[in-house]
């Protein structure tokens, strides 16, 4: 698909969302399924694998990678937190479930016989204009500190177009606005992911998969962000190639710059940091999937220092990323900083996903310190 994906750059981004012969090509292709259980109409393959289709995916769009893996994500989600009644209702007959999340909404919950009326706006819901249904986290149970996720299907939520933004311009990352909708109390949990709340998780006894028996979700979800990072950078790296090979120098003696030993030398800066993005996001897949066998069998449990190990590496794979594209960007020349350039779009999409709460990779190398050290 790439090629085609990188024709509709433009598209995507005046749009402001998935156009919809992409969002057909992926739904036909059956990549909203990767990490949906067999049982429900998935493909059940592992977070290795997810990592690296949503890598390809952004290599030819990043919005539409970004988009895919924020919805597709999330069928991971619904499979570990969710009983079985809700996995049957919300895959449906069909398995056809796109979901994307937002956690940190402000919302109100009025509890009801047999579940809640919810009220409540949550902001960067991205994909949203391509969904089946949404997650919504922060419904705070009045008089408590309890915090719920709902899930809604569409119909029962309103989009507010406000995505206006420096990148990621093709994500559709809406706000969300729900007034007064019943949620069954089957289609809420808990919005905690620390082990000892997860591993009660009505999901965990759905499905023998030690992937969703075992498995966490904050690392799942940081890792949906470092996956459409690597397939950024993988997609710049190719402009950038493409543009030393054939633009020459403007100075004598007017050689190819792939002839030059300083783009020799800039174009190894890159690439080696783009490949060690690409190693890490591949250990994390593997060390995700080994952690899962290992507590299924009766080994340690893929605790939070496990999860929090995971999570630093994800945010340090986002930082490799980022540092490759800041080398091409300032290196390829003024012609880079164009609007129509596919380098500046590289370059603010990436900006645009380092402000994101789980790039922030020194936070995340202090709460790994913190639980390395503590008792």
């Known amino acids: 698909m790439r090629d085609a994906l990188r ?22 292709a059956g990549l909203y399924r990767i990490l949906q259980p067999r049982r429900f109409g998935g493909l059940e ?3 290795t694998t997810f990592f690296q289709a949503m890598a390809s995916i952004a290599r030819g769009c990043p919005s539409s990678g970004w988009v895919l ?9 619904l499979s570990v937190l969710f009983d079985e009644r809700a996995q049957r209702e919300i895959f449906g007959q069909q398995g056809d479930y796109r979901a994307p999340a937002s956690l940190n909404g402000v919302a109100t919950p009025t509890p009801v016989e047999g579940g809640y009326r919810v009220s409540g706006t949550w902001n960067y819901c991205s994909g949203i204009d391509s969904a089946t249904h949404f997650i919504g986290g922060g419904v705070r149970i009045p008089d408590t500190d309890r915090r719920l996720l709902a899930i809604v299907p569409i119909g029962d939520y309103t989009i507010v177009e406000d995505w206006d933004v420096l990148g990621m311009r093709g994500t559709g990352s809406h706000r969300v606005v729900i007034d007064d909708v019943f ?8 919005a905690l992911f620390d082990h000892a709340t997860l591993s009660h998780a009505t999901g ?3 499905h023998d998969n030690p992937m969703y028996r075992c498995g966490r979700v904050a690392s799942v979800l940081w890792g949906e962000m470092a996956a459409v990072a690597v397939g950024i950078s993988q997609g710049a790296l190719d402009v950038y190639e493409g543009e030393l090979r054939t633009r020459k120098m403007a100075q004598p003696p007017f050689a190819t710059r792939s002839e030059v030993p300083e783009y020799q030398r800039q174009f190894g800066e890159a690439w080696a940091l783009v490949a060690m993005a690409e190693a890490t996001l591949a250990r994390i897949g593997q060390d995700y999937m080994r952690f899962c066998d290992e507590e299924a069998v009766g080994g340690e449990p893929f605790g939070d220092q496990r999860d929090r190990q995971l999570q630093l590496l994800e945010q340090y794979t986002t930082k490799l990323a980022a540092d490759a594209i800041d080398v091409m960007f300032r290196t390829a020349g003024t012609s880079a900083t164009r609007s129509t350039s596919p380098l500046q ?18 936070r995340g190398a202090q709460e790994f ?3 390395y050290f503590s008792p």
């Not at 949620?183 to 808990?190: F, I, K, M, Q, Y």
């Open 69 to 77: 893996a924020l919805t597709a994500g999330h069928a991971h989600l």
């Open 204 to 206: 965990r006894k759905v």
């Open 369 to 371: 310190g913190r639980g």
């Open 45 to 47: 393959l592992d977070l």
């Open 183 to 190: 949620v069954p109390e089957h289609l809420t949990a808990p």
């Open 7 to 28: 024709a509709r750059q433009p598209e995507c981004e005046a749009l402001g969302r998935l156009p919809e012969a992409t969002n057909r090509a992926f739904i036909e």
């Open 345 to 362: 779009r590289s370059f603010r999409d990436m900006a645009m996903i380092r402000t994101h709460f789980a790039a922030q990779y020194e």
